[in-house]
């Protein structure tokens, strides 16, 4: 069986890179938030993580740095792989944001499937699926978001005047609610990825950067179809 190559070096660590970055985030994050109404995980995680800086405002500052500068390296790591594998970053975007007519088709049958366990045949996709394809979507929108409203919070005690409170105030709304929404695509992307049996190639190709040419051409066949027999072969695939 040939395996057919997935994924750039690049591709794989940007992934990696990008996990790790969301998992400190996150962490952080919800590390930052002291409100009884707003706490998701509730008073105990906020207060056991900063007892773990030192305990009250002091472990809060401490948060706050490491979040800080999560972010901002998340940032630079970004425009790294876009400055190394420019190319790439250009193919990822056009693919997630071209919609064909049976993608939403693929949708609703897939969703049928996971769900009820009927849905019919499912349309031949391209290099992602469109679940993958709205999972993308809701990051790059929602990364956007993270990243803009978290400039503005990074700045708000440092170099934005007092006037500015209330934009900065619809900047921790925004913040919360982009976080909000890319967390929950995560999630299914996670099962999807990791633990649905259908998609472990997949899952392990953003290790190895290759997929059996069978499952490519199950799940991805207008991908396959368009590559020439020049890139279908990876005789340096494991």
């Known amino acids: 069986m040939r395996n057919l190559k997935r994924h750039d070096t690049s591709d794989i660590l940007i992934h990696w890179f990008n996990a790790a970055s969301w998992l400190v985030l996150l962490i952080t994050g919800l590390g ?19 007892a773990l800086f030192g305990g009250g405002s002091a472990g809060g500052a401490v948060l706050l740095v ?9 940032v ?5 792989y876009v400055l190394v594998n420019a190319r790439g970053a ?4 056009k693919e997630i944001f071209s919609v064909r007519p049976g993608d939403f088709l693929w949708l609703i049958r897939k969703m049928g499937r996971m769900t009820l366990g009927i849905g019919g045949e499912l349309p031949p996709q391209g290099y992602y699926n469109m679940g993958q394809k709205a999972f993308a979507q809701a990051s790059v929108a929602g990364g956007a978001a993270i990243v803009l409203t978290g400039a503005v ?4 005690d440092k170099m934005l ?3 500015a409170t209330v934009f900065v105030g619809w900047a921790v709304t925004l913040h919360y609610l982009a976080v909000g929404l890319v967390f929950a695509g995560l999630l299914v992307h996670i099962y999807m990825a990791a633990i649905s049996p259908e998609e472990k190639p997949g899952f392990r190709s953003m290790f190895t950067g290759v997929v059996p040419e069978d499952y490519a051409r199950h799940h ?3 991908w396959v179809e368009s590559l020439g027999e020049g890139d279908k072969a990876d005789p340096g695939a494991p």
């Open 32 to 50: 930052l938030i002291k409100n009884d109404r707003l706490n998701p995980l509730g008073a105990w995680f906020p207060d056991a993580l900063r």
């Open 66 to 74: 490491i979040h800080e500068v999560a972010g901002v390296l998340w």
């Open 76 to 80: 630079l790591g970004i425009l790294a």
């Open 90 to 93: 250009k193919f990822f975007l």
């Open 153 to 156: 919070l990074l700045l708000s």
């Open 161 to 163: 005047p007092a006037s």
């Open 220 to 222: 991805h066949g207008i």
